[in-house]
């Protein structure tokens, strides 16, 4: 038996030992600075002085109804008070879109993509901006376009959930809202404002979808009819790569061409770069074709089945060199419905991918006489987001389309669009001809040769612009956005390139809508892409702007895989040698050729490196084509009298 001293002992022992324990689990709990007597000069928690700031920031993660939060960034004007919210959901960083300059005044915080900085401003609207799942400071898993819940998405969110419960975070948590929200966005941004159309919050008031991705296949990113566009492939790359786009493409060429060429085909170059890691390059891989995977995710086919319960202004760029097909497509979808003439308005600028939220004076070598971007956000947004989103605003003055005409120089106010078609519209295209002795005329061909030909070489593709190609991308010195008003003397001059060209023009020559190509051809291959340009070539001099001297100015052009002319569902080899029609439409024209112009026809088989060869074989996938697949091919374009090549021009007012 211990003695009372030793049990004390023992107890003293244990009490000094739990304190030992006590110190360390403390000490772990709070770190010491290793140094204390030379502490941080960096504080645990900095906190900005912001009083001299016109605006206040918020910064939360917004949680949807699957417990995913979603990264938002709330700027709203100093002394707000039922302001209306203007909301943008983006894969592109919302906080970068907020912070573009760093300032104490909003202004400079928001000038850039993707915002309509005067009128958000000005009109004193809350800015919040959102990154959607999967992308910077969002939770969740990125898939490019989320498809609604369905086929091809079997979890119960998607872009229309959460908008939907973003949109009910907003008007329960800003006090300083009237609880009208507005969505707006460019490219996939514009997406964005299209699917919050798909069971809409009861808060949502307006939507303003700005060069929308609509359907990738048909005429937007990813194919245009059939036709891969393999210079995204570095978009791909980096948007599904990573989440914060940190990882980066790479090149060991100054000018794309000779990268694309060096790779051959587009499947080789993204094995390559180690693309069979991204799940989206994987789904393209897949599905060449225009398959229920494309169909079923087609905004403007999923709006058509959707009720009208939004106003919805559609922004449309005539030369949009990315989404030059989603706007107009939803606009064929909805308009129908708006039975009340009030629910659908379009808008139709002479501008690039998105330039209508910058400078719009001119693009390229083409001047407009005064900055058309400024005059659409003036007097068209600004009133149209006020009547919806600012209490006691009037009604916008805004016609059902506004179109500006290229040519002419001048915005029109319109009751509808197009004005000229095959079918149902007020006047019926006319046929332009292609005839012999490389002419254009209205007349249809009554003699003369059969066709003219050319010789299509896959191992030297027509560049779509001069070289040296620059990659895609909006970086300071870069051309990308202007390649659309490209002059096209570049393609004029080879002798793998048809031009047609009509005679001087005496009175001017109007058109208001999208151009129809109607070709009579034959290939000696079994598979070919057909390219099209509808050309307005300019004197040969020009007096107040001499660069302008001859040049070429493409009001509409655009590529055809000719696998898929009985069909887009299933690509089927071509009768070699056989004269076949191809028809197919070039985008959508609201120009004047005026009196001293002329108009060209181009029409060639390349449009590289936009677009991947075709190997001018069949074989079952392009992207996946081997070098041997690579062949010459003798291309004909007829002009007989029973084989007419035409393009359907929407010609108006004479």
Same mark, same amino acid.
């Given at each position: 038996?211990?003695?009372?001293?030793?049990?004390?002992? *023992?107890?003293?022992?244990?009490?000094?030992?739990?304190?030992?324990?006590?110190?360390?689990?403390?000490?772990?709990?709070?770190?010491?600075?290793?140094?204390?007597?030379?502490?941080?000069?960096?504080?645990? =928690?900095?906190?900005?002085?912001?009083?001299?700031?016109?605006?206040?920031?918020?910064?939360?993660?917004?949680?949807?109804?699957?417990?995913?939060?979603?990264?938002?960034?709330?700027?709203?004007?100093?002394?707000?008070?039922?302001?209306?919210?203007?909301?943008?959901?983006?894969?592109?960083?919302?906080?970068?879109?907020?912070?573009?300059?760093?300032?104490?005044?909003?202004?400079?915080?928001?000038?850039?993509?993707?915002?309509?900085?005067?009128?958000?401003?000005?009109?004193?609207?809350?800015?919040?901006?959102?990154?959607?799942?999967?992308?910077?400071?969002?939770?969740?898993?990125?898939?490019?376009?989320?498809?609604?819940?369905?086929?091809?998405?079997?979890?119960?969110?998607?872009?229309?959930?959460?908008?939907?419960?973003?949109?009910?975070?907003?008007?329960?948590?800003?006090?300083?809202?009237?609880?009208?929200?507005?969505?707006?966005?460019?490219?996939?941004?514009?997406?964005?404002?299209?699917?919050?159309?798909?069971?809409?919050?009861?808060?949502?008031?307006?939507?303003?979808?700005?060069?929308?991705?609509?359907?990738?296949?048909?005429?937007?990113?990813?194919?245009?009819?059939?036709?891969?566009?393999?210079?995204?492939?570095?978009?791909?790359?980096?948007?599904?790569?990573?989440?914060?786009?940190?990882?980066?493409?790479?090149?060991?060429?100054?000018?794309?061409?000779?990268?694309?060429?060096?790779?051959?085909?587009?499947?080789?170059?993204?094995?390559?770069?180690?693309?069979?890691?991204?799940?989206?390059?994987?789904?393209?891989?897949?599905?060449?074709?225009?398959?229920?995977?494309?169909?079923?995710?087609?905004?403007?086919?999923?709006?058509?089945?959707?009720?009208?319960?939004?106003?919805?202004? *559609?922004?449309?760029?005539?030369?949009?060199?990315?989404?030059?097909?989603?706007?107009?497509?939803?606009?064929?979808?909805?308009?129908? =419905?708006?039975?009340?003439?009030?629910?659908?308005? *379009?808008?139709?600028?002479?501008?690039?991918?998105?330039?209508?939220?910058?400078?719009?004076?001119?693009?390229?070598?083409?001047?407009?006489?005064?900055?058309?971007?400024?005059?659409?956000?003036?007097?068209?947004?600004?009133?149209?987001?006020?009547?919806?989103?600012?209490?006691?605003?009037?009604?916008?003055?805004?016609?059902?389309?506004?179109?500006?005409?290229?040519?002419?120089?001048?915005?029109?106010?319109?009751?509808?669009?197009?004005?000229?078609?095959?079918?149902?519209?007020?006047?019926?295209?006319?046929?332009?001809?292609?005839?012999?002795?490389?002419?254009?005329?209205?007349?249809?061909?009554?003699?003369?040769?059969?066709?003219?030909?050319?010789?299509?070489?896959?191992?030297?593709?027509?560049?779509?612009?001069?070289?040296?190609?620059?990659?895609?991308?909006?970086?300071?010195?870069?051309?990308?956005?202007?390649?659309?008003?490209?002059?096209?003397?570049?393609?004029?001059?080879?002798?793998?390139?048809?031009?047609?060209?009509?005679?001087?023009?005496?009175?001017?020559?109007?058109?208001?809508?999208?151009?129809?190509?109607?070709?009579?051809?034959?290939?000696?291959?079994?598979?070919?892409?057909?390219?099209?340009? *509808?050309?307005?070539?300019?004197?040969?001099?020009?007096?107040?702007?001499?660069?302008?001297?001859?040049?070429?100015?493409?009001?509409?052009?655009?590529?055809?895989?000719?696998?898929?002319?009985?069909?887009?569902?299933?690509?089927?080899?071509?009768?070699?040698?056989?004269?076949?029609?191809?028809?197919?439409?070039?985008?959508?024209?609201?120009?004047?050729?005026?009196?001293?112009?002329?108009?060209?026809?181009?029409?060639?088989?390349?449009?590289?490196?936009?677009?991947?060869?075709?190997?001018?074989?069949?074989?079952?996938?392009?992207?996946?084509?081997?070098?041997?697949?690579?062949?010459?091919?003798?291309?004909?374009?007829?002009?007989?009298?029973?084989?007419?090549?035409?393009?359907?021009?929407?010609?108006?007012?004479?």
């Amino acid at each position: 038996m211990k003695s009372s001293h030793t049990a004390a002992g *023992l107890r003293s022992a244990f009490f000094v030992l739990l304190f030992a324990l006590s110190n360390a689990l403390q000490a772990t709990d709070t770190p010491q600075a290793k140094y204390p007597n030379y502490p941080s000069e960096t504080p645990a =928690k900095f906190v900005p002085a912001t009083d001299s700031h016109d605006y206040v920031s918020r910064d939360v993660m917004i949680p949807m109804r699957d417990g995913v939060k979603l990264h938002t960034i709330i700027l709203i004007p100093n002394g707000a008070s039922h302001a209306g919210i203007l909301l943008t959901r983006t894969p592109y960083d919302a906080k970068a879109l907020t912070t573009h300059t760093m300032s104490g005044h909003l202004g400079p915080m928001l000038q850039g993509y993707d915002n309509a900085t005067d009128v958000i401003v000005e009109d004193g609207y809350i800015r919040v901006v959102q990154d959607v799942r999967g992308k910077y400071g969002s939770e969740g898993d990125y898939v490019m376009n989320r498809p609604v819940h369905g086929p091809l998405n079997p979890t119960p969110v998607d872009d229309a959930t959460d908008t939907y419960d973003t949109i009910d975070w907003l008007v329960k948590n800003i006090p300083e809202s009237n609880g009208k929200v507005g969505t707006l966005g460019i490219s996939y941004d514009g997406f964005e404002p299209l699917m919050a159309l798909i069971n809409p919050h009861p808060a949502l008031k307006v939507s303003v979808p700005m060069n929308p991705m609509v359907d990738g296949w048909m005429g937007d990113d990813w194919f245009h009819n059939g036709a891969f566009r393999q210079q995204n492939l570095s978009y791909v790359y980096e948007q599904t790569a990573s989440r914060d786009n940190s990882i980066k493409w790479w090149t060991n060429y100054h000018d794309e061409y000779d990268l694309f060429m060096h790779y051959g085909s587009a499947g080789a170059l993204a094995h390559a770069y180690g693309m069979e890691q991204l799940g989206f390059w994987n789904k393209m891989l897949a599905h060449p074709a225009y398959d229920s995977f494309w169909s079923d995710q087609a905004v403007d086919k999923l709006l058509a089945a959707q009720p009208l319960k939004v106003p919805v202004m *559609l922004v449309h760029s005539l030369w949009d060199q990315e989404d030059s097909y989603g706007a107009l497509a939803v606009y064929r979808a909805i308009e129908p =419905k708006d039975t009340s003439g009030s629910m659908v308005r *379009l808008v139709m600028g002479p501008w690039h991918h998105g330039q209508e939220i910058d400078e719009g004076s001119s693009l390229g070598a083409i001047r407009f006489g005064s900055d058309t971007a400024q005059y659409f956000r003036e007097h068209i947004l600004r009133p149209y987001l006020a009547q919806y989103l600012k209490d006691g605003a009037p009604k916008a003055d805004i016609a059902a389309v506004t179109a500006y005409q290229t040519g002419s120089n001048q915005w029109q106010r319109l009751g509808r669009w197009p004005l000229a078609c095959a079918t149902g519209c007020p006047t019926k295209s006319r046929a332009l001809y292609l005839e012999a002795g490389n002419k254009l005329g209205f007349t249809a061909p009554a003699a003369g040769a059969d066709y003219d030909e050319y010789v299509s070489d896959p191992a030297h593709p027509v560049p779509y612009r001069a070289r040296p190609i620059q990659p895609m991308g909006y970086d300071v010195g870069q051309t990308w956005s202007q390649w659309l008003v490209d002059d096209q003397r570049e393609a004029s001059g080879r002798t793998d390139v048809l031009s047609y060209v009509s005679d001087v023009l005496t009175t001017p020559l109007t058109i208001s809508g999208a151009p129809q190509v109607n070709l009579v051809a034959s290939t000696s291959g079994s598979d070919s892409d057909w390219v099209v340009k *509808l050309i307005d070539v300019y004197p040969d001099q020009v007096a107040e702007q001499p660069e302008m001297g001859g040049y070429q100015l493409a009001v509409a052009m655009d590529i055809f895989r000719g696998r898929y002319r009985e069909g887009f569902t299933e690509g089927k080899p071509i009768a070699a040698n056989q004269p076949l029609p191809y028809r197919f439409a070039l985008p959508s024209a609201n120009h004047v050729f005026l009196p001293g112009h002329r108009i060209m026809v181009q029409v060639q088989s390349s449009w590289f490196p936009l677009y991947d060869r075709n190997p001018q074989t069949f074989v079952p996938n392009i992207m996946l084509a081997k070098p041997a697949d690579y062949v010459k091919a003798t291309q004909r374009m007829y002009h007989a009298p029973a084989q007419a090549s035409f393009i359907a021009l929407p010609v108006v007012g004479g």
